[in-house]
């Protein structure tokens, strides 16, 4: 392959200006005429049964145009797999927590829609609440959802090796724990949609997204319309993170809503509604036994882990095989043992988060290996280097490894970091750590079972000459997917960035699984690329036919049709067709070699409308096992990451001065679009680690509901990250491209876990390590949150203290 | 119960404009709501995110914490304002190309928190930078290149004197 023209730099967003400008629309900046305003009446308790809803003083309120009861809902269940389908779109017996849908309002404006929910009267029976997933599944807790005795959402059971024989052969086994606390995506966009029904009875819905096919398929299955019946359409997003990828209850409420009111219905919610309704990282509990022999060479892991999910599953399922199956590599392990459960509570649902459901398993994972490091006397870097994966190995749960650069991600860290410097030679308060990571390229099968593409792509020249168009359902929701498809678009047929145009993110362009599993770039990659080919391939024929050349003798390079062989060409005719056609035309090329433009044109003359359709579907991927499905991917991302940090002996005020990370996302598209994935990777995983979480009061209430008390980074909290892009082939990638959306937190929070033992002597055993808690720590104390961590503390319920 | 409307003069990117407005209303509501200057972005209402930032004489304020009927009298500048006869200015040309935009809905906030920045100092060390946008959160970027840019372009402005005397 010649060298590329497009992929590999760092080309400006497409988007960027319309962003910097203001002109980008997001969903909420979207009007429709005779637009309704609604809004979502929720409930105050965290369990209750629901005995009357008296909607009659809201309805007799001006303005009111529709108020929307269980009783005039479908009554289908949905949710983001088939198995766990748990959700209607409103409560119909019982609300599980406190936000739980109950009613919902359009009206002429927001004032009046907020105004009627005061004037909703629901008489409830209040019922017993549990918010502890160990008290949940516990023998005697109330019984919260109906589909899940015992408040068992799912439970995972795998080995894979022979565990109990490599315990015997272990000269070096360490034991930890890892309690996290529940988090929110925080991403800076509301979720907003706005739904419509033309006079053929056809649903639009607009919609802050990551997928719209799935959402496509969650409406037209709960409101009973055939697919073709449904467009989802999603405008620029302002940020996902994992919380936007599944179907959601105020989506449905808007479509029925305004099927209801034969008028646009505009829903938005403001940011409590964003905490309550969740769908962001689990809390986690994890429990490890990691060995290896004298030498460090890990031979078990066995691993207990308790997620407490909410009320209900959302990507839950997903979520507690991912916490097992991302510890399968980048490190040669020989044998692994797993027992996962997902407990529901009263509480906001979790889902799909960054990272998903890895990042709290790998930071356990990962400060046990620097205590083998430690316990062996050995650098925890040289550990890593001992026992990472190469290229083509697979992981003893089946993943292969088809590219990995995790070995050269570890030493450019190790190079560029101030690692040889500082490790082991810091004052106390100040610390150096590392830790690794991989992540899949996309998840090898879809929520639901299906043989379906996962992307499907079109590519048409304008049939005035010139241009390229790319149409694909994939969702750019801030990450940079409708740069990428279009350098891979520009690349693939040999023009110029600029002559492409990326049209995304609506149902009408084809099926795309959206922007979740971090899989746009390979996936919708591998689609666009096949059908840019095509489409450069019946350009290059007609050309060649006019010319009496075979169409190997042509090459499409920088917008320009030139002669494999480095010969002129004779293009008058050609040139003199094209000129005819434009008389008049000022711009119309008068010399040098033939023009995409002229060349695309005359395709279009000799053979029609040139469209060309890509798609891509992974193999059949992974073992047999149960749950196999859930890691396998086409590709595997794999980062380190280096981080310093300073802490207050006095206040216990932790601060990251510096991180250096490095991530192998194969061949890179686009050189800044990745460093930026790194970077905002960093700073949501410091932000986990160090003060992110969602605080409860003893009636299940989110009580840091807002981006005041719920701290994420701000930009003095961020220290300047170095990003390294390591590079690799991947074979299953387009162009040799995989992922870094969500692979490069990986390693974050435990570089700073591990930095922080370094600092302090202090294994810290709760996320997140918040200042009190280091203080408590240097002083030998405990909080109070800190009390059940002891052996077993997956399991064992806590104290009640009711 | 319902207050009556009322109209006040804002002027918002140097035209005036006299509207209706309820008195209750935020300014963001009412420059997203009434003058479809929908570039200003609502985040969180509540003055934490930083997303509707727009300047008034020149200071960043979050809109969402101003109501319109205290706009009135005051020079407004909102993100549809900071590109003068269709070229982007200096801020805005290097967050495109420092990659400083992902998904967007913080920028025009942060780009005008930076405009407010370099009018008042020009030569911001990286610290200052950090500090002047600490009120602006961003969830996509890490804020790196964001500092980046910003860097960059007051290197740029304080380049080139005409543009220096920008307002």
Not at chain 1, 213 to 234: E, F, N
Not at chain 1, 607 to 636: C, D, H, N, W
Not at chain 1, 720 to 742: I, S
Not at chain 2, 91 to 106: D, T
């Amino acid at each position: 392959m010649s060298k590329p023209q497009v992929l590999g730099s760092r080309a400006p967003r497409l988007d960027a200006p319309a962003k910097a400008t203001g002109q980008a629309l997001y969903t909420d900046d979207i009007v429709k005429p005779g637009m309704l305003h609604a809004a979502i009446l929720r409930s105050p308790l965290a369990h209750a049964r629901i005995l009357n809803i008296d909607t009659s003083r809201a309805r007799a309120l001006p303005g009111v145009k529709a108020v929307l009861t269980p009783e005039q809902t479908p009554d289908t269940w949905f949710g983001v797999s088939p198995a766990r389908y748990d959700e209607r779109v409103l409560c119909r017996e019982k609300a599980l927590y406190v936000g739980d849908e109950i009613a919902a309002v359009a009206a002429i404006d927001r004032d009046t829609a907020r105004e009627a929910l005061e004037l909703i009267e629901v008489d409830y029976e209040p019922l017993e609440v549990v918010f502890d997933a160990r008290q949940a599944l516990a023998e005697g807790a109330p019984q919260i959802h109906p589909l899940y005795p015992g408040n068992l959402n799912a439970e995972v059971h795998q080995e894979f090796g022979d565990v109990a024989a490599a315990r015997k052969l272990a000269r070096v086994i360490k034991t930890g724990r890892l309690e996290s606390e529940m988090q929110d995506a925080a991403f800076l966009e509301p979720q907003a949609a706005i739904a419509s029904f033309d006079l053929h009875g056809r649903l639009e819905l607009i919609t802050s997204t990551q997928s719209v096919h799935y959402i496509q398929r969650a409406v037209a299955m709960v409101l009973g319309l055939t697919m073709d019946r449904v467009r989802v359409i999603k405008p620029y997003v302002g940020g996902g993170f994992g919380p936007k990828a599944g179907p959601a209850s105020h989506e449905l409420i808007a479509c029925l809503l305004a099927r209801q009111t034969g008028r646009p219905v505009k829903l938005v919610f403001d940011r409590e509604e964003v905490f309550l309704h969740s769908r962001a990282r689990h809390k986690f509990f994890h429990e490890m036994t990691l060995g290896a022999d004298e030498n460090g060479q890990l031979l078990f892991l066995e691993h207990e882990a308790l997620l407490d999910g909410g009320a209900y599953s959302s990507f839950g399922i997903a979520t507690v095989y991912y916490a097992g199956s991302l510890l399968g590599g980048p490190y040669r392990l020989p044998s692994m043992k797993y027992d996962g459960r997902r407990a529901v509570t009263n509480k906001p649902s979790c889902g799909a988060q960054r990272g998903h459901g890895g990042v709290i398993a790998r930071a356990l994972f990962e400060r046990l290996m620097d205590e083998l490091a430690q316990e062996l006397g050995q650098d925890p870097i040289e550990l890593r280097l001992k026992n990472v994966m190469h290229t083509g190995e697979t992981t003893c749960n089946d993943l292969n490894m088809s590219s990995l650069g995790m070995r050269e991600c570890l030493e450019a860290v190790y190079e560029n970091s101030d690692w040889k410097l500082k490790r082991g030679r810091l004052p106390r308060g100040r610390g150096i750590g590392v830790a690794c990571g991989f992540f899949v390229s996309g998840a090898g099968y879809p929520i639901y079972r299906s043989d379906t593409y996962h992307s499907t792509a079109t590519v048409r020249l304008l049939e005035d000459g010139g241009g390229v168009l790319v149409e694909t359902a994939s969702a750019e929701i801030g990450q940079g997917s409708d740069t990428t498809m279009a350098m891979i678009a520009a690349e693939t047929i040999g023009v110029p960035l600029e002559m492409v145009r990326v049209v995304s993110g609506d149902s009408d362009y084809g099926v795309d699984l959206g922007a979740y599993s971090s899989r746009q770039t390979l996936m919708t990659g591998h689609a666009v690329r096949q059908a840019a080919e095509q489409v450069r391939q019946v350009v290059v024929e007609v050309v060649a036919g006019l010319l009496d050349l075979s169409p190997d003798e042509l090459v499409i390079r920088d917008g320009l049709v030139l002669a494999a062989d480095g010969c002129e060409l004779d293009i008058t005719d050609l040139r003199v067709r094209y000129t005819r056609e434009h008389r008049g035309w000022s711009d119309n090329p008068q010399q040098g070699p033939l023009t995409f433009r002229e060349a695309s044109r005359l395709a279009y003359l000799e053979r029609g409308s040139i469209v060309a359709t890509g798609r891509y579907k992974p193999p059949p991927l992974g073992g047999k096992y149960k749950g196999a499905a859930v890691g396998t991917s086409p590709a595997y991302g794999c980062s380190a990451q280096v981080a310093e940090v300073n802490v207050d002996l006095e206040t216990g005020q932790v601060t990251v001065e510096a991180v250096t990370g490095a991530h192998d996302c194969g061949r890179a598209i686009n050189l800044t679009s990745v460093e930026g994935q790194m970077q905002g990777s960093v700073s949501m995983g410091l932000g986990e680690a160090l003060f992110e979480r969602v605080q409860f009061d003893p009636r299940g209430r989110v009580s840091n509901a807002n981006l005041a008390d719920y701290k994420i980074p701000t930009a003095l909290d961020m220290p300047p990250v170095k990003a390294l892009v390591v590079e690799t082939n991947e074979p299953n990638g387009p162009f040799g491209a995989k992922e870094v959306g969500e692979g490069a937190i990986m390693p974050t929070i435990p570089a700073i876990l591990n930095a922080l033992y370094d600092a302090t002597g202090v294994r810290f055993e709760k996320l997140p390590v918040s200042a009190e808690r280091v203080l408590a720590a240097l002083k030998g104390e405990k909080l109070p949150d800190e009390a059940n961590l002891g052996p077993g503390f997956c399991r064992l319920p806590p104290e009640r203290k009711d | 119960m319902k207050p009556a409307l009322k109209v006040i003069n804002l002027r918002v990117n140097h035209t005036d404009h006299e509207i209706a407005v309820k008195p209750h209303h935020t300014l963001a509501r009412v420059l997203r709501e009434q003058l479809g200057l929908t570039g200003t972005k609502i985040g969180c209402e509540e003055g934490d995110c930083g997303a509707c930032t727009v300047l008034l004489d020149g200071r960043p304020v979050s809109s969402c914490l101003v109501l319109a009927v205290q706009a009135q009298g005051h020079e407004i500048t909102t993100i549809e304002g900071l590109a003068e006869n269709g070229q982007l200015h200096p801020l805005q040309q290097a967050f495109v190309e420092h990659g400083a935009i992902q998904c967007g809905f913080c920028s025009p906030g942060m780009l005008l928190a930076a405009k407010a920045l370099l009018d008042d100092n020009p030569h911001p060390d990286e610290g200052q930078i950090r500090h002047a946008i600490s009120g602006n959160l961003c969830r996509c970027t890490g804020y790196q290149k964001i500092v980046e840019a910003i860097q960059d372009a007051a290197g740029k402005l304080s380049g080139d004197a005409g543009r220096g005397e920008r307002s």
